[in-house]
């Protein structure tokens, strides 16, 4: 909500103005707007995204959507959290229709009938990622951090986390998953995160080109032919690919607690300050949390897409009662103590039985 909407609008017009919709040279532009909040999405967002998405798709006029974030911080850093914890604090239900009316946007992302292209300057972060891994066409800036931290605050990687981490090569996926880590634009570029790697100073370029676009051939191939005059798709130096030996040993072992016990036992000179930097950032996060999304993401590999949301829904129903997020969000959102009291609060206290247990009758959720 922008600070600029008066008393007298109407309830419908302010939810409008955090999402901006015009419609440029046959391009729906979409705009998330937020920047105060870096963009992060709300139920009502979520509700607004839906429905114009769905109004341009039975749009002949509107060839291609372009999706960003106002402001230079974030295109999104992910759901508001904030109000799910309120919400459940509460006994209200906006936890629980917020997931599933977000899964069910990011699955339509995946299916949209007409090119998709995102706009990711900025922070990416969690349902950030939602949005934009099911778009045709995703561009990085120079300021671009992706993540998927939920960990941090004792959740899981969702949004089709489950689907197109596991997806990246190696065990580079499951590695940002259980870490939480934030990578910048050559790794999204080398992890397959992103597409084309455009620097932020072109943005202008871009729109303007956009704006002038003479549409010949398909569209997505239109706006291919724009990027490709602007943008390149590889970028030299990415730090993942000189670690991707160690993370693909370490995060293939059997689970959580062993990552962590042989990643502290490195002493290889050139991987030795990456493992323990690696291993103590692990002891900060919820355990509950790491190994039910190591378990999510080896069984989301040999899921299909809509399988993987369906798995997360699964989860979800679930842990705002059983699960760590509500004392992650007390520590470092709330309370802002951050000493979080996860549960167990040690990887030597987890329950391979009470992680399993998470996934039990899921194979009749997912039919």
């Given at each position: 909500?922008?600070?600029q909407?008066s008393?007298e609008?109407?309830?419908?017009?302010?939810?409008?103005?955090e999402?901006?919709a015009?419609v440029?040279?046959?391009?729906g532009?979409?705009?998330?707007?937020?920047?105060?909040?870096l963009?992060?999405?709300?139920?009502?967002?979520?509700?607004?995204?839906?429905?114009?998405?769905?109004?341009?798709?039975?749009?002949?006029?509107?060839?291609?959507?372009?999706?960003?974030?106002?402001?230079e911080?974030?295109?999104?850093a992910?759901?508001d959290i904030?109000?799910?914890?309120d919400?459940?604090?509460?006994g209200?239900?906006?936890?629980q229709?917020?997931?599933?009316?977000e899964y069910?946007?990011?699955?339509?992302?995946?299916?949209?009938?007409?090119?998709?292209?995102?706009?990711?300057?900025g922070?990416?972060?969690?349902?950030?990622?939602?949005?934009?891994?099911g778009a045709?066409?995703?561009v990085?800036?120079?300021?671009?951090?992706?993540a998927?931290?939920e960990?941090?605050?004792?959740y899981?990687?969702?949004?089709g986390?489950?689907?197109?981490?596991?997806r990246?090569?190696?065990e580079l996926?499951i590695y940002?998953?259980?870490?939480?880590?934030?990578i910048?634009?050559?790794?999204?570029?080398?992890c397959?995160?992103?597409?084309?790697?455009?620097?932020?100073?072109?943005?202008?370029?871009l729109?303007?080109?956009?704006?002038?676009?003479?549409w010949?051939?398909?569209?997505?191939k239109?706006?291919q032919?724009?990027?490709?005059?602007?943008?390149?798709q590889?970028?030299?130096?990415?730090?993942?690919?000189?670690l991707?030996?160690?993370?693909?040993?370490?995060?293939?072992?059997?689970?959580v607690?062993?990552?962590v016990e042989?990643l502290?036992?490195v002493?290889?000179?050139?991987?030795?300050?990456?493992?323990?930097?690696?291993?103590?950032l692990?002891?900060t996060?919820?355990?509950?949390?790491?190994?039910?999304t190591?378990e999510?993401?080896?069984?989301?590999?040999?899921?299909?897409?809509?399988?993987?949301?369906?798995?997360?829904l699964?989860?979800?129903?679930?842990?705002?009662e059983r699960?760590?997020?509500i004392?992650?969000v007390r520590?470092?959102?709330?309370?802002?103590?951050?000493?979080?009291?996860w549960?167990?609060?040690?990887?030597?206290?987890?329950?391979?039985?009470?992680?399993?247990?998470?996934?039990?009758?899921?194979t009749?959720?997912?039919?």
């Amino acid at each position: 909500m922008t600070a600029q909407v008066s008393s007298e609008a109407s309830h419908a017009d302010r939810l409008q103005q955090e999402v901006l919709a015009d419609v440029r040279n046959h391009i729906g532009h979409l705009t998330l707007n937020r920047p105060a909040g870096l963009n992060a999405i709300t139920l009502n967002m979520v509700r607004s995204l839906t429905e114009q998405l769905q109004a341009w798709a039975d749009d002949p006029q509107v060839y291609a959507v372009v999706l960003r974030g106002a402001g230079e911080k974030a295109f999104c850093a992910g759901g508001d959290i904030r109000s799910l914890y309120d919400s459940f604090k509460n006994g209200d239900s906006l936890h629980q229709d917020f997931f599933v009316e977000e899964y069910a946007l990011d699955l339509s992302i995946h299916h949209y009938r007409k090119p998709i292209l995102a706009l990711m300057d900025g922070f990416v972060l969690g349902g950030g990622m939602g949005l934009v891994q099911g778009a045709d066409l995703r561009v990085v800036t120079e300021r671009s951090r992706l993540a998927m931290p939920e960990v941090a605050i004792g959740y899981f990687p969702d949004v089709g986390g489950s689907y197109f981490l596991p997806r990246i090569p190696g065990e580079l996926g499951i590695y940002l998953g259980v870490t939480g880590v934030q990578i910048r634009a050559a790794d999204a570029l080398y992890c397959g995160l992103a597409d084309w790697y455009l620097d932020s100073t072109k943005l202008a370029d871009l729109d303007q080109k956009l704006d002038q676009l003479q549409w010949q051939d398909s569209p997505l191939k239109d706006l291919q032919g724009v990027l490709a005059k602007l943008a390149v798709q590889q970028l030299p130096d990415a730090p993942l690919a000189a670690l991707r030996p160690a993370i693909d040993h370490f995060f293939a072992l059997p689970d959580v607690p062993s990552i962590v016990e042989q990643l502290q036992q490195v002493t290889v000179a050139n991987s030795h300050e990456w493992a323990l930097t690696t291993a103590n950032l692990m002891q900060t996060r919820s355990p509950l949390a790491m190994a039910v999304t190591l378990e999510m993401l080896r069984r989301g590999r040999r899921l299909r897409l809509e399988q993987c949301f369906a798995l997360e829904l699964h989860l979800d129903r679930q842990w705002f009662e059983r699960g760590d997020l509500i004392e992650g969000v007390r520590a470092l959102i709330i309370d802002k103590d951050k000493s979080p009291r996860w549960n167990p609060s040690t990887l030597h206290g987890l329950d391979p039985s009470h992680v399993e247990s998470f996934f039990h009758n899921f194979t009749q959720v997912a039919r």
